[in-house]
């Protein structure tokens, strides 16, 4: 497929377990974003990516949560012990490069944390 | 601190007629603009953008107008359609891109 692909599309988790989301980007896009939306919130920044490297991770909520970014493609976020508050749907972003320009984003992979 | 703002959580508009999306950001500095659009769901579709150096971007029934002196932007729909029904996100791009917290609009039959 030519879009963003996100997965699982849906997780759901016990409480103090650790997820991995995968994120694939579009091909030779060289930024990648994470994004996360709890309910009735808006879109919260977690991390950037240019190429394999995170000049931006300041939306990280905890050192609970980390990305990585292989071969300037594939980016997986983990969560490890979760908890009730992480419970969100979280989206996956690319776009050609990191400067204005529209990014394009997955359909998202909602977690929830019981 | 919100450095992009849209101050109406929920916008309701007769088919047919213009829909009008307001956003506010606060640095002055900010030089590109993106609108997106999302469904429950899915995730938020790309609508269009605008550089500092517009105050005006079209395209088909979307237009955005940029007001730098007021740090205002502005979505403009017409004519609205039921399929225009969604949450619209104004956004500021750098290396990130900085939501707003969004505005749902309904579009009555």
């Known amino acids: 497929g030519a879009g963003v692909s996100q997965s699982p599309s849906n997780k759901v988790t016990e409480k103090g377990k650790d997820v991995e989301l995968r994120c694939d980007p579009i091909?030779?896009?060289?930024?990648l974003y994470w994004y996360r939306q709890s309910l009735g919130q808006g879109l919260e920044f977690l991390i950037y990516?240019?190429?394999?490297?995170?000049?931006?991770k300041s939306g990280l909520p905890s050192d609970r949560f980390s990305a990585e970014r292989t071969g300037g493609s594939v980016s997986t976020l983990t969560i490890q012990r979760t908890q009730q508050e992480d419970s969100a749907v979280y989206l996956c972003?690319?776009?050609?490069?990191?400067?204005?320009?529209?990014?394009?984003f997955g359909q998202g992979t909602r977690l929830t944390v019981v | 601190d919100q450095q992009v703002k849209q101050n109406s959580p929920s916008l309701s508009v007769q088919e047919g007629r213009i829909s009008i999306l307001n956003c506010d950001y606060t640095?002055?500095?900010?030089?590109?603009f993106l609108w997106y659009k999302k469904y429950p769901a899915e995730g938020p579709t790309f609508l269009i953008s605008?550089?500092?150096?517009?105050d005006k971007n079209e395209d088909g029934r979307f237009t955005v107008f940029l007001n730098k002196s007021a740090k205002h932007l502005s979505l403009h729909i017409v004519p609205s359609q039921p399929g225009d029904s969604a949450v619209y996100f104004c956004?500021?791009?750098?290396?990130?891109?900085?939501f707003g917290k969004g505005t749902r609009l309904h579009i009555l039959p």
């Open positions: 972003a690319s776009s050609r490069r990191s400067m204005n320009t529209e990014a394009f």
């Open positions: 091909s030779g896009h060289t930024a």
């Open positions: 990516f240019q190429g394999n490297s995170a000049p931006d």
């Open positions: 640095n002055s500095m900010f030089d590109y």
């Open positions: 605008i550089s500092s150096i517009k």
């Open positions: 956004a500021h791009r750098d290396d990130k891109i900085i």
